[in-house]
């Protein structure tokens, strides 16, 4: 039987790898300490990864809202070329006037920029009588709902990052969880080569074709 030796992991194989160890080593008494190691060693770690992926829960709900803003966009220029009454006319222009203020560039604007602007827009927005247009007037409440979506996942991410400022990132704190594997795997391949104990033999051979299925 052969020591385990830990290929280049992604951080998320790396997390799954360490669970399945954790559950694979889970209660043989030989290597308690290690096993403790590798577990005090995975806490920052998935702290880290937390915080590493909380800033890209923001990206599809700022893909939500841009979407809605195009829809409405959109409209407004097809409008403009279909026949409409006088009292129509007043109002595509108004939203055309928006259109050419805040037009497809908002969404090229940061983060915080493109909230504001929302806002503004939509404030614009209520100014406009669109009874008239339900195909233009039906996309202000989900531009609506998607920039609340998206300040609420903001807020979410500033306390979260407020409160986990002194943690580090999951990157940063690898290679300790990975030398903690490294040692429980090692103290095991020992055990194994000096006691005939079953469990552990059992376990070490499921660890060794678990860590080999990460190869390649």
Do not use: C
Not at 43 to 66: C, N, Q, V, Y
Not at 117 to 131: F, G, M, P, R, W
């Amino acid at each position: 039987m052969e020591a385990i030796s830990i290929p280049q992991l992604r951080l998320g194989q790396l997390q799954t790898l360490t669970e399945q160890t954790l559950e694979l080593t889970k209660g043989i008494e030989q290597v308690t300490t290690y096993v403790a190691a590798v577990e005090e060693a995975f806490e920052p770690f998935l702290a880290g990864m937390l915080k590493d992926s909380a800033e890209s829960d923001k990206k599809p709900l700022d893909t939500i809202r841009d979407q809605y803003l195009s829809g409405l966009f959109i409209g407004v220029r097809s409008e403009t070329h279909y026949p409409h009454d006088t009292a129509q006319l007043v109002v595509l222009e108004k939203l055309q006037h928006m259109a050419d203020k805040y037009g497809f560039k908002i969404s090229k604007l940061p983060y915080d920029e493109e909230t504001a602007a929302i806002d503004n827009l939509l404030a614009e927005l209520e100014t406009v009588d669109l009874q008239g247009m339900p195909q233009l007037a039906r996309w202000i409440e989900k531009i609506k709902a998607a920039n609340e979506d998206f300040k609420a996942s903001s807020k979410e991410y500033l306390e979260g990052t407020v409160r986990s400022s002194a943690t580090k990132s999951a990157t940063a704190v690898a290679p300790a969880l990975v030398a903690a594997l490294d040692n429980l795997y090692t103290m095991l391949f020992a055990y194994t080569t000096v006691t005939a104990d079953e469990t552990i033999a059992t376990a070490y051979q499921e660890l060794s074709e678990l860590v080999d299925t990460y190869r390649g």
